[in-house]
């Protein structure tokens, strides 16, 4: 550097000759040309020695060229990769290219601050919930557009309150809230084309705003979606992290269930909370409402044995269905026996847009009339009788309407004096409808 330095003085400000330089430095007048032409100082380079991934090189371009968008886990256990997976992932992120093309989601460019992307990853696993007992819940997740920072937390149901709730922990992590929260149309969220009134209360405290993504179109907010194909092949047990309950003796009953991930561009947490006690958790604080004994309107285990096979079969296409369908008849039956309204079911039953949803449907299908049916010939097969009655009791209840009920579907008991609409009923002699 020194040598350098006084080089280009002496020719370019005293003008000394390059034979002279090279007598006063004691160094070669090529030396001496070679310090005039260059721009900066010598400065010693190392030569390349290679890396480890070379020998695996062409392995890995055989198995990108049959899958390209092959997991580096999945591509360590093929090539039998022995180091740490750091190495292999840099490699495949400068090759994977040549056989993908360029995603879309990478020719989006945004500002700082500009936009987050959320999304519910729904992991096949059952996160252990209480003693003996397991749950599926979903995981919120939040993808950050220009640094593609990601956090995400598990909550316990898809409940606005839930929902809102986890969102307000994610943006605490990150510090700040973006001007755009991208959502695709959750129904908590914006199910009917519009943000829900507790998430427009939501945007307006946090002063941003919530923007739905169009139906049926989730590249709409593709750099979440793969962050959730991240999850997908890289959190779940089968990649090498497991769910395992806490012991009481330790933790007082409960416990937190992290898993920190090593990712290329930042760090991910998700945190399960767990209680032992039958799984019951309130969406507005996170915390868990035990109820130590079931419903009398639940479904024995003899009970559900008979009902589950005539119910449909559950549908493979789509989205995984997150509650369990024991669960769903326990809360329409929560409904038929108590006579609340679907709002008021217990946060510790699935949450009453699903419930609804699925009594609506299976209404609309007959199933309903066919479990009924079944149900009823059934408990007369037991009782030593015919499928089918011979003898009936009718009778009638006469029910009166409000004032928004159509004149031509209401009529006037004069017995009873009461304006309104007439039912009926029919039961056998063993009190069967």
């Known amino acids: 550097m020194e040598d350098w330095a006084e080089i280009r003085r002496l020719h370019r400000a005293e003008e000394v000759p390059i034979k002279e330089i090279a ?44 899958w390209p968008r092959m997991p580096a886990p999945v591509v360590a256990a093929r090539i039998g990769w022995p180091y740490s997976l750091s190495p292999l992932k840099r490699r495949l992120a400068v090759i994977r290219p040549e056989y993908v093309g360029i995603d879309l989601v990478d020719r989006v460019v945004y500002e700082p601050g500009q936009v987050a992307q959320c999304d519910l990853w729904f992991p096949p696993t ?24 990601l956090t995400a937390t598990m909550i316990p149901s898809r409940q606005a309150g839930d929902i809102l709730a986890g969102m307000w922990l994610l943006i605490g992590e990150v510090g700040r809230v973006t001007r755009t929260l991208v959502w695709d149309r959750e129904a908590a969220i914006g199910g009917g084309g519009r943000p829900t ?26 750099l979440v979606e793969r962050v959730n194909g991240y999850l997908e092949t890289s959190f779940l047990p089968a990649a090498g992290v497991s769910f395992h309950p806490c012991k009481p003796e330790v933790d007082h009953d409960r416990c937190t269930l992290a898993a920190v991930l090593d990712l290329d561009v930042c760090v991910l947490c998700v945190v399960a909370w ?47 269905e997150a ?25 510790d039953l699935p949450p009453w847009e699903t419930v609804y ?25 037991l009782e030593g009788r015919d499928r089918q009655p011979t003898a009936g009791v009718i009778d009638s209840q006469s029910v009166k309407g409000a004032q928004t009920v159509d004149a031509s579907t209401r009529g006037y008991d004069a017995g009873k004096k009461v304006n309104g609409r007439k039912r009926f009923i029919i039961t056998d002699t063993l009190d069967s409808c």
């Open 274 to 320: 767990a209680e032992f006690s039958v799984f019951g958790l309130s969406g507005l604080d996170g915390e868990v409402m035990p109820r130590s004994d079931p419903y009398p309107s639940d479904l024995s285990d003899a009970e559900w044995v008979l009902v589950e096979p005539l119910l449909p079969p559950v549908s493979k296409d789509g989205r995984k």
């Open 23 to 66: 007598r006063r430095l004691g160094v070669a007048r090529n030396t001496v040309r070679r310090a005039l032409a260059s721009d900066a100082p010598p400065k010693y380079v190392r030569a390349p020695k290679g890396s480890v991934v070379d020998p695996f090189e062409p392995a890995i371009r055989a198995l990108l060229t049959e």
């Open 323 to 347: 509650h369990p369908r024991r669960e769903i008849v326990n809360a329409i039956l929560y409904v038929t026996h108590t006579g609340c309204t679907w709002r008021s079911l217990p946060r």
């Open 357 to 381: 949803g699925f009594f609506a449907r299976w209404h609309d299908k007959g199933v309903i009339a066919r479990v009924h049916d079944a149900l009823r010939d059934l408990s007369r097969e």
């Open 197 to 222: 009134a507790p998430a427009a209360a939501f945007a307006g405290t946090l002063a941003t705003r919530i923007r739905l993504a169009p139906p049926r179109d989730p590249e709409f907010k593709g």
């Open 126 to 149: 059952p996160v252990p919930v209480a003693v003996g007992k397991e749950r599926v819940a979903p995981v919120l997740v939040m993808a950050l557009g220009f640094s593609r920072f």
